[in-house]
């Protein structure tokens, strides 16, 4: 229970879910964390560092948006300050489509809309590595870095957020060639579905606010799993607690699929 026992952990996105769950794994196994979201967020965040402070957790909340380079920079520099430097960073935060397009092909989506995505899920998450790394080789004790990429790099199915998601897994693998020398990791993780609100959203977009028939597309979904249950974000949070222990010493460049399976038979391997 002490597999990160002293580690100084940002997470953005850390706000709900899967930067949530994975914030309330890394307190549990001894980790110190800053979470990063966006000043709307903050409520939420304040309930979550409440809940953690509340269990004995060393937690803050740093207000920053991913998609301003200005304010990740300063929001990395805020939260390293407060946990008095970065051993992990975890880049969390990313959507699935601009609200206003929602979910559909590239065919006919609008480019600021395309933008918008890769702004967010590639521009931020290569903002927020760059900086965490950047403060990491200050310091001189190497570090880990997890990003969030998807099942969606390998399976083109989800017009912009496949195209995103493929860039962030090159951008792991590129990092993760480039950060070698100074003994940080770069590594992925790639989730097929996940039960989170951004699912939720999801599946009420494909079909409405009918319970039962949000159930039966949950449903449907796991179907296609090899082992028939959707992940949870609990299973995500232990695939970036092992990335970040020691027990990943030797991993770094490389793609983690807990996704019940879904990667090896239908999604590209």
């Not at 805020?78 to 489509?97: E, H, I, Q, Y």
């Not at 950047?134 to 790099?153: D, E, K």
């Amino acid at each position: 229970m002490a597999r990160l026992e002293g580690k100084r952990t940002i997470i953005t996105g850390g706000a709900s879910g899967l930067g949530a769950a994975i914030a309330r794994r890394f307190v549990e196994e001894g980790a110190t964390v800053a979470l990063i979201d966006l000043p709307q967020m903050s409520e939420r965040a304040g309930v979550l560092v409440d809940e953690l402070s509340a269990g004995g957790a060393h937690a803050h909340f740093i207000a920053g948006d991913v998609i301003d380079a200005e304010s990740i920079r300063a929001a990395v520099d805020r939260a390293a300050t407060a946990l008095g430097g970065v051993d992990n960073c975890v880049a969390s935060a990313g959507v699935a489509a601009h609200p206003q397009a929602g979910f559909r092909g590239l065919l006919d989506l609008e480019p600021e809309h395309f933008d918008f995505v890769h702004n967010v899920n590639v521009r931020g998450v290569f903002l927020t590595a760059q900086r965490a790394a950047q403060l990491m080789i200050a310091a001189g004790r190497g570090g880990s870095i997890v990003t969030l990429a998807s099942i969606a790099a390998k399976r083109p199915s989800a017009g912009v957020y496949s195209v995103s998601k493929a860039a962030v897994w090159m951008l792991t693998r590129s990092l993760a060639g480039e950060l070698g020398a100074y003994g940080i990791r770069v590594n992925a993780i790639g989730p097929a579905y996940v039960t989170t609100e951004m699912l939720a959203g999801i599946a009420k977009q494909a079909v409405g606010d009918d319970p039962q028939a949000q159930q039966d597309w949950y449903d449907q979904r796991a179907a296609q799993l090899p082992l028939g249950a959707l992940p949870t974000p609990l299973d995500i949070a232990n695939a970036a607690l092992f990335l970040c222990s020691d027990e990943a010493a030797s991993f770094t460049g490389s793609i983690l699929h807990p996704d019940g399976g879904m990667t090896s038979t239908t999604g590209g391997g």
